[in-house]
């Protein structure tokens, strides 16, 4: 699924906020929430992005979205530089990225059916007809693992799971290449977020999808991602592949990072169906480990 060129491409992108003032007539402190970050993300590839709160994850999805501009630096999408796009080019190009949330309960309007919620973007940013945006909503609820009878139903009416599962169907439908995904399983009980991970990853075995993957389990983006970037104060601190970075880390604030994940390093002696990655007592704790034994006895169909 990859090509020569990157699908996303994050140039020494830097991000300052104005703070409110602390004295009237001082000086408005400034935050550096990101700081000379550069990366690239090929067509059908998912990079996590990792760290503590405050080191600049979601701000950095924000920017890969174009929901707000960097202080400095470039974000190009398949080599088109989105903040130096017109609002209508820029329009135009939503419809190849799409936005998970990690809220399933607020990312989705009680007052509106779930037929309406899903087909919103294809209505906004492809001026779909009717018939064609209830079509591919059904379409994309089915390939969530949903029914066509759900497209009548309210939010209300549907498990955590099930509502992370119809945002997820909201983000597909415009076909994009690029799916940004924040904390997407961090709010669902871990036997649920191991069904959602399963089915993101069997989304991208089917479709292709390229994942930016935001997220501060470790275990988590460990199962799901080819590379891994660790966030520290806005500033790039360790970036490789998830076998090199969480088993061999060389900075000492990845280090300080898997000290705190208990189980993501197998102890040396293990008990006997213990999942893998977890430590004695722990088993079933772990939603990756929970989707990685999931997978390994029920592989997605061909």
Do not use: W
């Amino acid at each position: 699924m990859t090509t020569d060129r990157p699908l996303l491409q994050v140039e020494h992108v830097g991000k300052t906020y104005r703070l409110p003032r602390e004295r009237l007539l001082g000086p408005a402190p400034q935050l550096q929430a990101l700081d000379d970050v550069s990366f690239e993300l090929h067509a059908g590839r998912s990079l996590g992005i990792v760290g503590e709160s405050g080191s600049g994850k979601s701000t950095l999805a924000r920017l890969v979205m174009a929901l707000e501009a960097p202080t400095q630096g470039r974000v190009l999408l398949d080599g088109e530089d989105l903040h130096a796009l017109t609002p209508q080019a820029l329009r135009a190009v939503r419809a190849r990225m799409q936005m998970v949330f990690q809220d399933p309960y607020g990312s989705l309007d009680p007052r509106r059916k779930v037929g309406q919620t899903v087909a919103e973007p294809l209505a906004v940013l492809h001026g779909a007809s009717r018939a064609e945006q209830r079509t591919r909503a059904a379409e994309v609820l089915e390939a969530v693992g949903l029914r066509a009878a759900d497209l009548d139903k309210y939010p209300h009416e549907f498990s955590g799971g099930q509502r992370q599962r119809i945002a997820i169907a909201r983000a597909l439908i415009t076909r994009p290449k690029l799916i940004v995904a924040d904390e997407p399983v961090s709010a669902l009980d871990v036997s649920v977020q191991a069904q959602v991970l399963n089915l993101m990853q069997d989304l991208q075995d089917t479709y292709g999808v390229t994942y930016l993957f935001i997220s501060h389990d470790l275990s988590v983006v460990d199962l799901v991602c080819d590379e891994v970037i660790v966030l520290e104060g806005g500033r790039i601190v360790e970036q490789g592949d998830p076998d090199r970075i969480f088993q061999r880390p060389q900075h000492p604030y990845t280090q300080r990072l898997l000290a705190a994940v208990p189980g993501l390093h197998p102890p040396a002696h293990v008990p006997p169906g213990t999942p893998p990655g977890m430590p004695p007592g722990t088993a079933g704790a772990s939603a990756a480990a929970l989707a990685q034994n999931e997978r390994a006895h029920h592989p997605p169909p061909n």
